[in-house]
């Protein structure tokens, strides 16, 4: 592919709206933190593009423990608009996978012989739970044309008072307020990562929390690459979210592609509950408090900045991740890490441009394609239009003599 070429490419109009998004998102946080104190904005900023790194291995580690989770709702938010839908129930679907997954690490006894396998149990469960949440919007815009929208968000706040419930019924640390830790044996293996993100701090080994849900994760990502475009399977669900009325028009069955488009989208955020919290005394476990778990509403600005692709997502997790440890870090300076979540939702906005900016990149370089076309003609050679061009200007030497 030459220079030309790439340049008109729909992958490089789509790199080049991602990052304006993030640059001005990054512009705007900076207005703000002179706003807030002038004389230590630049530090600040410094900060935020460091991100995990200002903590060496650890912090890096981190960020990919806390890019794990966004990761999958990215993939869940970023799956169904493939196939016509808007995923906003992707918190629910969440939080309801991760106290399956938690109830599972507590109360499921394995004999020593299966115990091996308790982590693996924990994730499927945690993966159907979210798929079940989600089948009930899924069910009602497929039967009853009822908007996802509408259903899901509905969804976020049964999934949010139900957890509370069961929690404090079920799995409830008294003492600390919080779920209990699961059992050693339904905590995610490290797989090595162990060995790499930790610091040292005299002898004693600081490790951070990421575990092989990293590697799942990414691994989902691939899988869902895959389904979407190299399969029948895929194409059907994107036909179907296309325009539902033709496909079943050629034989596709949308019903039933709209229901299972929003069971794997539940299904990808139900995994991702699991992840987060299956990491031992020092990974997350639930607060009972009303609030809808945020990671479900983070996954939206990673599912815009990667246009809905799997792979584009992995990459604006990290980024969104890295940017929050940063945010965490500014505390430092006297700045509220509140800031962070200022700069993401300036991001998501200029992210509802990036349609518009694609267009306005590709036509751009359409319109200097076809300007150097007509002059040159491909590869250098005359054109159609350069003949009658230096003909004209000929007749109007003569004309002058």
């Known amino acids: 592919m030459n220079k030309r070429n790439l340049f008109r490419s729909q992958g490089f109009t789509n790199a080049v709206s991602s990052i304006s998004a993030i640059c001005v998102g990054l512009l705007f946080g900076l207005v703000i933190l002179f706003v807030s104190n002038s004389s230590q904005a630049l530090q600040g900023l410094g900060i935020i593009l460091k991100g995990g790194f200002s903590a060496r291995a650890r912090g890096v580690g981190q960020s990919l423990y806390y890019a794990t989770p966004i990761i999958m709702t990215g993939l869940s938010i970023g799956f169904a608009s493939k196939t016509g839908l808007f995923n906003i129930g992707a918190s629910g679907q969440f939080i309801v996978g991760a106290f399956v997954a938690i109830f599972i690490g ?35 815009k497929a039967y009853l044309n009822v908007n996802e929208v509408i259903s899901s968000i509905m969804m976020n706040y049964i999934g949010m008072y139900g957890v509370n419930y069961f929690v404090k019924l079920y799995v409830y640390d008294s003492l600390k307020a919080l779920s209990q830790n699961v059992a050693e044996t339904a905590v995610i293996p490290k797989w090595g990562l162990d060995h790499i993100f930790f610091n040292m701090t005299g002898n004693y080994k600081d490790t951070a929390t990421i575990n092989a849900g990293f590697y ?59 992840l987060l919290y299956l990491c031992g005394a020092n990974g997350r476990r639930i607060k009972v408090v009303d ?111």
């Open 216 to 274: 799942i994760a990414i691994a989902a990502a691939i899988v869902i690459y895959i389904v979407l475009n190299k399969t029948v399977f895929g194409y059907e669900l994107k036909a179907c979210g296309y325009n539902r009325f033709a496909s079943k028009f050629a034989g596709i069955n949308e019903k039933r592609s709209i229901v299972l488009s929003m069971v794997i989208a539940g299904m990808l955020s139900g995994l991702g509950g699991g």
């Open 291 to 401: 609030v809808i778990a945020p990671e479900g509403f983070n996954g939206i600005p990673v599912a815009l900045l990667g246009l809905s692709n799997p792979i584009g997502i992995i990459f604006a997790a990290l980024f969104v991740a890295h940017i929050t440890m940063g945010g965490e870090y500014l505390q430092q300076l006297n700045y509220v890490p509140e800031i962070i979540d200022i700069i993401i939702a300036i991001i998501i906005y200029f992210s509802a441009f990036s349609l518009l900016l694609r267009n306005v990149i590709s036509k751009l370089f359409r319109d200097r394609h076809v300007e150097l076309v007509s002059d040159t003609g491909p590869a250098g050679k005359p054109g159609r239009f350069a003949g009658a061009s230096a003909g004209l200007n000929d007749g109007v030497e003569k004309e002058d003599k």
């Open 106 to 140: 507590v109360k499921l006894q394995l004999p020593e012989s299966l115990a091996w396998s308790h982590w693996i149990i924990a994730l499927l469960c945690s993966m159907i739970a979210g798929g079940l949440w989600a089948l009930i919007p899924g069910l009602f």
